[in-house]
């Protein structure tokens, strides 16, 4: 299980951090990832990082200001998002997967609840 939290609203060039909390064990074995959805539109990949080496993948719309990290010994995921846009307005959703860095929905087994994360201009 998968819980999601710390979306709010929040102006443009503001930052928020999202964490997603994981229940059971071999939280290290597991990929996560963060995708998001948009009013309106499809969901979309944003970051995922590796299960025990940490490699990170982001989408362009959001290098150079997104960072995703993990605390394995929290069971905890983090996505750091700095320099907001408005156009980053969506529910954020963690998941996570036994494949290593998966960037689609698809490769994904488990998925939380979602965040709303609103940035006003």
């Known amino acids: 299980q998968l819980q999601a939290s710390g979306g709010g609203l929040v102006q443009a060039g503001g930052s928020l951090r999202l964490s997603c909390t994981a229940s059971?064990?071999?939280?290290?074995?597991?990929?996560m990832g963060w995708f998001r959805q948009a009013p309106g539109k499809e969901r979309d990949f944003v970051a995922a990082?590796?299960?025990?080496?940490?490699?990170?993948s982001y989408a362009d719309s959001v290098k150079g200001r997104f960072t995703i990290s993990r605390d394995n010994a929290k069971n905890t995921v983090y996505l750091q998002m700095n320099v907001l846009k408005p156009e980053d307005t969506a529910v954020y959703y963690c998941?996570?997967?036994?494949?290593?860095?998966?960037?689609?929905?698809?490769?994904?087994?488990?998925w939380g609840q979602g965040t709303l994360v609103t940035v006003s201009s």
């Open positions: 059971g064990r071999s939280f290290s074995r597991y990929a």
């Open positions: 998941a996570a997967t036994r494949a290593s860095l998966a960037t689609t929905e698809e490769q994904y087994d488990y």
């Open positions: 990082i590796s299960g025990s080496f940490g490699l990170t």
